[in-house]
């Protein structure tokens, strides 16, 4: 479970989650907000997920009166964001009430900021942002450029090819079938996506941690699998998890808000269960695959099954994948 508190803390988190489900007051908790609230309760807080039923609202004031430690009030507050968005729209009500309770734990983290500027119907600004969070959150992308074109450091190799680099790649899969290496060449090949340094390819310092995380996660590339591998990412990788990845995933999958030409736009690909599971399998991972000391060539060689014990990834029940 990610957050481990008593259940003092967790009965005001839980309370506050239904909470902003009620913001509006009058049409009771919709069905997604029930299920979500169940299987965080469950998945996130360790607890029955029948208990998300016999858990009263929490005022911002009496969140606060828990006494979470600063790092579980940062998390609290994330789970309340994600909270105002299951219902497939930004709600501004929801939206404020989210602010209300960050304002009481004291938390200001930058996607506040984006929820906020989105709930204002600036949304084109809070997607230009979106996309220059996530980009700056992959450490080894050469974000130079990126507010006057926010697509051209995702495709270096348009007007500067890497053969070299592309032949690299493609010899991974000559590797044995069992390890990292082999199951990478067969991940780009078997969805036709074009390695770095190819024209078609994406950069390199994005695309290999991005799609490393596929390959390790079981998660496939499908629009719920997109959605699940980016908060996995979010919760392995600490730089700006919400702002880079959760709520870049959730707008395009799950509102239908169309970020830039290489994310796709969809609706209502959110799934409580498994999203919170991949937050939990990512905030489970004791090695930082996006983080700019990992060596990805180094791993190549490994066996694929023995990578993921080595990093703690948690197995997961085939039902649970996307």
């Given at each position: 479970?990610?957050?481990?508190?008593?259940?003092?803390?967790?009965?005001?988190?839980?309370?506050?989650?239904?909470?902003?489900?009620?913001?509006?007051?009058?049409?009771?908790?919709?069905?997604?907000?029930?299920?979500?609230?169940?299987?965080?309760?469950?998945?996130?807080?360790?607890?029955?997920?029948?208990?998300?039923?016999?858990?009263?609202?929490?005022?911002?004031?009496?969140?606060?009166?828990?006494?979470?430690?600063?790092?579980?009030?940062?998390?609290?507050?994330?789970?309340?964001?994600?909270?105002?968005?299951?219902?497939?729209?930004?709600?501004?009500?929801?939206?404020?009430?989210?602010?209300?309770f960050a304002d009481a734990l004291g938390?200001?983290?930058?996607?506040?900021?984006?929820?906020?500027?989105?709930?204002?119907?600036?949304?084109?600004?809070?997607?230009?942002?979106?996309?220059?969070?996530?980009?700056?959150?992959?450490?080894?992308?050469?974000?130079?450029?990126?507010?006057?074109?926010?697509?051209?450091?995702?495709?270096?190799?348009?007007?500067?090819?890497?053969?070299?680099?592309?032949?690299?790649?493609?010899?991974?899969?000559?590797?044995?079938?069992?390890?990292?290496?082999?199951?990478?060449?067969?991940?780009?090949?078997?969805?036709?996506?074009?390695?770095?340094?190819?024209?078609?390819?994406?950069?390199?310092?994005?695309?290999?941690?991005?799609?490393?995380?596929?390959?390790?996660?079981?998660?496939?590339?499908?629009?719920?699998?997109?959605?699940?591998?980016?908060?996995?990412?979010?919760?392995?990788?600490?730089?700006?998890?919400?702002?880079?990845?959760?709520?870049?995933?959730l707008f395009s999958w799950h509102l239908?808000?169309?970020?830039?030409?290489?994310?796709?736009?969809?609706?209502?690909?959110?799934?409580?269960?498994?999203?919170?599971?991949?937050?939990?399998?990512g905030a489970a991972m004791s090695t930082?695959?996006?983080?700019?000391?990992?060596?990805?060539?180094?791993?190549?060689?490994?066996?694929?099954?023995?990578?993921?014990?080595?990093?703690?990834?948690?197995?997961?029940?085939?039902?649970?994948?996307?």
């Amino acid at each position: 479970m990610i957050l481990r508190v008593a259940r003092p803390q967790s009965d005001a988190i839980l309370g506050a989650m239904r909470a902003i489900a009620l913001a509006h007051g009058d049409d009771g908790v919709a069905p997604i907000d029930r299920q979500t609230i169940a299987a965080c309760a469950q998945i996130v807080l360790g607890r029955d997920p029948g208990d998300a039923d016999t858990i009263t609202p929490r005022e911002p004031q009496q969140l606060a009166d828990a006494l979470l430690s600063h790092d579980d009030a940062q998390q609290a507050v994330r789970l309340l964001a994600v909270m105002s968005l299951v219902g497939g729209r930004i709600d501004a009500e929801k939206t404020a009430l989210v602010q209300q309770f960050a304002d009481a734990l004291g938390s200001d983290e930058d996607y506040l900021r984006i929820l906020a500027e989105t709930a204002a119907g600036e949304v084109a600004q809070a997607a230009a942002c979106i996309v220059r969070k996530n980009a700056e959150s992959f450490p080894q992308l050469e974000t130079a450029g990126i507010d006057s074109d926010a697509i051209a450091p995702f495709l270096p190799y348009r007007d500067a090819p890497d053969a070299a680099l592309e032949a690299r790649y493609a010899a991974l899969g000559q590797l044995p079938p069992n390890t990292f290496g082999h199951a990478f060449h067969e991940h780009f090949v078997s969805h036709g996506f074009a390695f770095p340094g190819n024209p078609g390819g994406l950069a390199e310092g994005f695309t290999t941690p991005h799609d490393s995380s596929h390959v390790l996660s079981g998660y496939s590339t499908s629009q719920l699998g997109e959605l699940c591998v980016s908060t996995f990412i979010g919760a392995m990788h600490p730089d700006h998890p919400m702002a880079a990845e959760v709520l870049p995933v959730l707008f395009s999958w799950h509102l239908g808000i169309h970020l830039n030409d290489i994310a796709g736009a969809a609706t209502g690909y959110f799934e409580p269960r498994r999203f919170w599971t991949a937050w939990d399998r990512g905030a489970a991972m004791s090695t930082d695959i996006v983080a700019a000391e990992w060596d990805f060539w180094g791993a190549t060689e490994v066996d694929l099954e023995e990578l993921r014990a080595a990093y703690d990834l948690p197995p997961v029940a085939q039902e649970l994948l996307a």
